[in-house]
């Protein structure tokens, strides 16, 4: 059983920065993808960035060049790096891990204002 804990939410002013983590735990390998998500109030979860144990990235379309996810193998920590916010960025951000099957940290709240 995988436990995710998300740390780095705050209110921050547009064109600012967050650094997002997730520590992850439970887990005595390499979790092969982690990645984080967000919803917003009234809208989907969606993905915002995805990294495998090959440090292979995927980004959404709209934090490409502003969001940087990185990750430490050795501790199945996984960062986000959020510069340039957007009152859009504004969501709760999970942390997730696929194993044999999806694990979901409790979410934290960002909150970026105009």
């Known amino acids: 059983q995988v436990q995710l804990v998300e740390s780095g939410g705050d209110l921050v002013q547009a064109g600012g920065s967050l650094r997002l983590s997730c520590a992850a735990s439970?887990?005595?390998?390499?979790?092969?993808?982690m990645g984080w998500y967000r919803q917003a109030p009234g809208k989907q979860r969606e993905l915002v960035a995805s990294?495998?144990?090959?440090?292979?990235?995927n980004y959404a379309d709209s934090v490409k060049g502003r969001f940087t996810i990185s990750r430490d193998n050795a501790k199945n920590t996984v960062h986000l790096q959020m510069n340039s916010l957007k009152p859009e960025d504004t969501a709760v951000y999970y942390c997730n891990a696929f194993t044999t099957k999806n694990y979901w940290g409790q979410g934290t709240q960002v909150t970026v204002s105009s």
């Open positions: 439970g887990y005595a390998f390499r979790i092969p993808f």
């Open positions: 990294i495998t144990s090959y440090d292979n990235t």
